[in-house]
């Protein structure tokens, strides 16, 4: 895309440039102000996207963890000769001890300082 130029006429003052500059800044402004809006609509708009697959991943993984809990209490409860019962406690224990390690991860990783200015500046001396 070429550079349009626009004719200057020699015989123009000074307060006339000022005046065209004033203008020009003007419009620029309005452009960069309307280009903005349009970044923070397309933004907003793949951001609402991403939170929507999001979701149905959430939930499809809530549904197949159920699924998947079911098999394992079903076939551990044939393992020890029908004692579904048993089979329903083991996988209610395995359950929890993997739960409790995702939430040993989550507090360790949410107790790691994020970098803060007072950090930065440490780091810069």
Do not use: C
Not at 9 to 30: F, H, T, Y
Not at 71 to 88: E, S
């Amino acid at each position: 895309m070429g550079v349009q130029r626009l004719p200057v006429d020699p015989d123009s003052g000074i307060p006339d440039l000022i005046s065209r500059l004033g203008d020009d800044s003007k419009r620029l402004l309005s452009d960069e102000v309307r280009l903005a809006k349009l970044e923070a609509k397309d933004n907003l708009k793949q951001g609402a996207k991403g939170v929507m697959w999001l979701g149905m991943a959430f939930g499809v993984a809530v549904v197949a963890m159920v699924a998947f809990t079911i098999f394992v209490a079903t076939l551990i409860g044939r393992l020890v000769a029908g004692h579904m019962w048993l089979g329903a406690l083991i996988a209610a224990i395995i359950d929890l001890a993997v739960g409790a390690v995702m939430i040993k991860k989550g507090i360790t990783a949410y107790a790691t300082p994020s970098y803060t200015l007072k950090e930065t500046r440490a780091t810069l001396h």
